[in-house]
C-alpha cells in the first residue's frame, strides 16, 4: 500500500472561515493539500453596469459601497479617474485631505485584519483586543466625516467637508493614542509565541512567484517585492513625503520569507507609517479652498462636455485599486472598469495553499485581506446547473466584442 | 502569550461598557440609576452626524436638483401648484436614503436639512413616518 490517495474537499461558497461567498475545491493527500481549484462568482452585483445608468455624483456613492472596508478607496480611484480625463485639478487642501481620510481608513482596516486573523488561527482574544482597538480610529472618523463607514467625504474636485481646526485635536489625540497601543500590539502580534508557531513557514508565497503572479500591496511586500502605489506613481500629497517607502519585513531586520507572518509584520509595520503619514499631514496641511467647483450640478454639467478616458490608481489597505473610465459628452460614464486588489491576489492563493495542511486554509486565505465581492466581475446562472468552462479564446473575443460596442456608443 | 495574559486580567477587573439586557435587569427608576451612575449612558452622538432630513414645504421651490443628485434615488417629484403657477415639490423615502447629505449641500433655498436624530426604526418601509412630506403630499398633490 504505497499508493497514495487523494480526497476532493469543498469548502464554501458559504463557510464559516470565510468572511464572503467564494468556494475552495481541495484535493487532499492526507492532512496535505495536492490541488487548488477556487470558484469565485457567488457575490457578483454588476456595479459596473448600474453606474453606466447612475450620473457622475450618483455614481461616487455607488462605488463607496463596492467594500465596506475600503470605502473611500474605490471613490478616490474613481475621482481620480474622471479627473485625469477631464482634467480637473484638485486643490492642494484637498489632496491632503484626502490623503489624512484614505490614512485613517487604513489603519482601521489593518486592525480589523488583525483581528480576523487572530479569529482564524482560534486567538479569539486578541480578536477583541484588536477591534477593541479599532473603534478608537472609528470613532476619530465618526468625528471627522459623520459616519463610520461610507463617509461621503469625496466629490470630483476635491473634498466635501473641510478639516477644521477643532477636528486636528482629535485627530492628534487618536494618533496619541495608538502610538502608546503600538508598542504592546506589535509585541503582541508579533512575539506572542502561538501566533509564530501557527503563521511561521505557513502559506509561503516566494518573491518569484509574488513577481510572476502581479501580487499587490501587503501580500507582495510580504514577499519582498518593494511595490506600492504611493511612492510609485505621484496622487494626493503623497509626493512631498521624500521618506516615504514600501515597508518590507526587511525594516525590522528579517529576511522576507513571504509566510503569512511577513504579512502580518508588514501591516503592523503600517499601522506606524500610516500614523506618520497623518502627523505630516496635519503639519504641513496648505491652506485654500477644499474643491475647485463648488456645487454637484456644476461638476455634472462640465463633465457632460468631456470626452476622454482616464485612469485613476491608489494604494487600498489591500493593495492597487485602479479604475479606468470613458466619458463621452454624457451626464453617466460610458464604460468603467473596477480592478480591486484581490482580483490580482486571488491567483496568489493557489502556491500559497500548494502542500499547507487543512487546519492552515482558514489562515492562509485570511492572509491577503481578501474582499471578494471587490473581486467578482462575472457570474454564470444555468437552470439545469451543469458547469460551463470558459477558455481564454473565448473571453479574449468577448472582450474584443465589448470594446467594439463602446467604441460604437462614443460618439465620434 | 504574557503580553495579552496580562490585558485579559485587565479587561476582567474593568467597568463593564455594556448595560445589562434583558427585561428583568430594567431598574425601576432610569433616572435615578443614572445619577448614581451604575448604568452606562449612550454613546454622545458625534459631532458631524448626518440623522434624519427635514424638509421645508414652504421654501422650496421645487427645482428638482436634488432629485438629480441623489444617489439612492430616494427623492420623488410631484407636481403641486403654489398659487397659480404650477410647480413642483419633493417626497423623500428614508428607507432608501443614504445619508450622504448631497441634496442637503445642492438645496439652493436650504429647504433640506439634516436632524441630530437617528431612530427611525419603523414596521412598514413605506409608511407615512419613513416618507419625509408626505402629509404635505396628501394635501397638496395634483392627482390627474
Redesign the interface.
Known amino acids: 500500500m504505497d499508493k497514495t490517495i487523494t480526497y476532493p474537499l469543498q469548502i464554501g461558497p458559504t463557510h464559516p472561515a470565510f468572511k464572503e461567498p467564494v468556494r475552495f475545491s481541495f484535493k487532499v493527500e492526507g492532512e496535505r493539500v495536492a490541488g487548488v481549484d477556487i470558484d469565485l462568482g457567488y457575490t457578483h452585483r454588476a456595479i459596473e453596469v448600474i453606474s453606466k445608468e447612475?450620473?457622475f455624483?450618483?455614481?461616487?456613492?455607488?462605488l463607496e459601497r463596492i467594500c465596506g472596508i475600503c470605502s473611500v478607496s474605490h471613490p478616490m480611484a474613481y475621482c481620480m479617474a474622471v479627473e485625469d480625463a477631464s482634467g480637473i485639478e484638485v486643490p492642494p487642501r484637498a489632496r491632503y485631505i484626502r490623503t489624512i481620510i484614505g490614512e485613517l481608513e487604513r489603519m482601521h482596516s489593518h486592525l480589523l485584519w488583525a483581528g480576523v486573523a487572530a479569529h482564524e488561527i482560534g486567538f479569539d482574544?486578541?480578536f477583541l483586543?484588536t477591534w477593541n482597538i479599532r473603534e478608537k480610529v472609528l470613532?476619530c472618523l465618526?468625528?471627522?466625516?459623520?459616519?463610520r463607514v461610507?463617509y461621503?467625504m469625496l466629490t470630483i474636485g476635491g473634498v466635501?467637508?473641510d478639516l477644521t481646526d477643532?477636528?486636528i485635536p482629535v485627530i492628534e489625540q487618536t494618533l496619541e493614542y495608538y502610538l502608546e497601543v503600538y508598542q504592546?500590539t506589535s509585541?503582541?502580534l508579533l512575539?506572542?509565541?502561538?501566533i509564530r508557531y501557527r503563521c511561521e513557514g505557513t502559506g509561503i508565497l516566494t518573491y518569484d512567484q509574488a513577481v510572476a503572479l502581479c501580487a499587490v500591496g501587503p501580500t507582495a511586500r510580504a514577499s519582498g517585492l518593494a511595490k506600492d502605489v504611493r511612492v510609485d506613481y505621484p496622487m494626493l500629497a503623497y509626493p512631498d513625503m521624500d521618506w516615504l517607502k514600501p515597508i518590507t519585513p526587511l525594516d525590522i531586520g528579517k529576511e522576507p520569507a513571504g509566510d503569512v507572518y511577513d504579512r502580518m509584520v508588514v501591516r503592523v509595520l503600517e499601522l506606524k507609517q500610516s500614523v506618520d503619514i497623518i502627523r505630516f499631514c496635519l503639519d504641513n496641511l496648505p491652506e485654500g479652498p477644499i474643491a475647485s467647483i463648488n456645487?454637484?450640478?456644476k461638476i455634472?454639467n462640465k463633465l457632460k462636455k468631456v470626452q476622454g478616458e482616464g485612469i485613476g490608481r491608489y494604494e487600498a489597505p489591500r493593495g492597487e485599486v485602479a479604475h479606468y473610465d470613458i466619458l463621452d459628452m454624457s451626464e453617466c460614464p460610458v464604460q468603467m472598469k473596477v480592478k480591486a486588489p484581490t482580483y490580482s491576489n486571488a491567483f496568489a492563493w493557489v502556491p500559497m495553499l500548494q502542500g499547507s495542511e487543512i487546519a492552515d486554509i482558514p489562515i492562509v486565505i485570511a492572509s491577503i485581506d481578501p474582499c471578494i465581492a471587490c473581486a467578482d466581475r462575472m457570474t454564470i446562472l444555468r437552470d439545469d446547473g451543469a458547469t460551463e468552462t470558459l477558455n481564454a479564446e473565448y473571453l479574449h473575443s468577448l472582450s474584443v466584442n465589448k470594446m467594439k460596442e463602446v467604441k460604437s456608443r462614443c460618439s465620434g | 502569550?504574557f503580553?495579552?495574559l496580562y490585558?485579559?486580567i485587565e479587561q476582567l477587573f474593568s467597568k463593564k461598557a455594556t448595560n445589562p439586557f434583558p427585561g428583568r435587569y430594567i431598574p425601576d427608576s432610569t433616572i435615578e440609576t443614572l445619577a448614581n451612575g451604575r448604568l452606562n449612558p449612550p454613546v454622545p452622538l458625534?459631532?458631524?452626524?448626518?440623522g434624519r432630513l427635514m424638509y421645508d414645504y414652504d421654501t422650496c421651490i421645487g427645482c428638482g436638483?436634488c432629485e438629480?443628485?441623489?444617489?439612492?434615488n430616494a427623492i420623488e417629484l410631484y407636481p403641486v401648484t403654489v398659487g397659480e403657477k404650477k410647480s413642483k415639490r419633493i417626497v423623500i423615502y428614508l428607507s432608501r436614503c443614504?445619508?450622504?447629505?448631497?441634496c442637503v449641500?445642492?438645496c439652493p433655498k436650504n429647504s433640506i436639512t439634516m436632524e441630530r436624530f437617528v431612530f427611525m426604526a419603523g414596521y412598514n418601509k413605506y409608511g407615512n413616518d419613513l416618507i419625509i412630506g408626505s402629509a404635505q403630499r396628501q394635501e397638496n398633490e395634483i392627482r390627474e
Not at chain 1, 455624483?57 to 455607488?62: E, G
Not at chain 1, 465618526?142 to 459616519?147: D, K, V
Open positions: 447612475r450620473n455624483i450618483q455614481t461616487i456613492y455607488l482574544t486578541l483586543y470613532d465618526e468625528q471627522f466625516t459623520g459616519n461610507n461621503a466635501r467637508r477643532d477636528l504592546r509585541e503582541i512575539d506572542d509565541q502561538s456645487g454637484s450640478i455634472i | 502569550m503580553g495579552i490585558k485579559v458625534p459631532e458631524g452626524l448626518r436638483m438629480k443628485v441623489c444617489p439612492a443614504t445619508y450622504c447629505g448631497e449641500d445642492i
